[in-house]
């Protein structure tokens, strides 16, 4: 938590006990897309903010001059980039292969040693119960933060080798799921939508030039924010599950 500013949760609409934010997307610049004003208006209101990104998008491209390797390594740096234009506190790779990922226990337990080590109050996802989500590393990212946040982060008897590196249980406040057909959450981004733009320009190896990039992104976050009263917005499913 920020040193120098106590977060302000009012100013967002949630508990004013809340102090920190976790976001899990299955590739680099699924956090930008998806929530990037929002996660610029959490760092704002002097929340931490760890972005975790299950994948470093080793196969996210059309280009045959190019290793899965090396392109790893690109993203990796880009996502590190857009973070900092953010904000963003923390980012941490946990490297499963592009296109691989399962809603198993493996990549669970992954999720779940993450949310114990960083202890996030909220925490955001893909939302797995959209139909018709096509890419299944976000339906298997979905799912299985879901699955890490309700009930296993938070019961000991999970995965206790986490104990003993000194990851105790947490209980996860509130489940933010982006993408979904029945959102109740609108963040006003008017305020970040610049750093947003920003941090999507910092992932070069997929919006390539970016011409007309700022101008979409504005336009998409006006539709959001118009039926809800304000300029621009980014939406949300919220299930509260510590009360």
Not at 41 to 58: A, K, P, Q, W
């Amino acid at each position: 938590m920020s040193e120098t500013k106590r977060p302000n949760g009012a100013a967002l609409g949630v508990d004013e006990e809340y102090a920190s934010v976790m976001i899990v997307v299955a590739h680099p610049d699924d956090a930008e897309f998806s929530s990037a004003g929002t996660l610029a208006r959490f760092v704002d209101e002097g929340f931490e903010v760890t972005t975790i990104v299950c994948t470093s998008g080793d196969k996210g491209t059309d280009r045959r001059d190019i290793t899965s390797r090396e392109l790893a390594e690109l993203r990796e740096a880009e996502q590190v980039e857009s973070s900092r234009r953010l904000g963003v506190q923390s980012t941490e790779f946990l490297r499963g292969g592009d296109g691989e990922l399962a809603p198993d226990l493996e990549l669970r337990g992954k999720i779940v040693r993450m949310i114990r080590k960083h202890r996030p109050d909220i925490v955001i996802t893909h939302d797995p119960f959209r139909p018709y989500a096509l890419h299944p590393d976000h339906r298997a990212v979905g799912t299985a933060t879901v699955d890490a946040v309700y009930p296993t982060a938070r019961d000991p008897l999970y995965f206790p080798e986490h104990l003993d590196e000194g990851f105790e249980p947490h209980k996860v406040a509130e489940l933010w799921l982006y993408g979904s057909e029945a959102p109740d959450k609108f963040i006003d981004i008017s305020s970040t939508v610049d750093k947003k733009v920003a941090a999507l320009k910092a992932h070069a190896s997929q919006v390539g030039t970016a011409e007309t990039l700022g101008e979409r992104i504005r336009d998409r976050a006006r539709d959001r924010g118009k039926e809800h009263g304000v300029e621009m917005a980014e939406s949300f499913k919220v299930i509260r599950l510590r009360r």
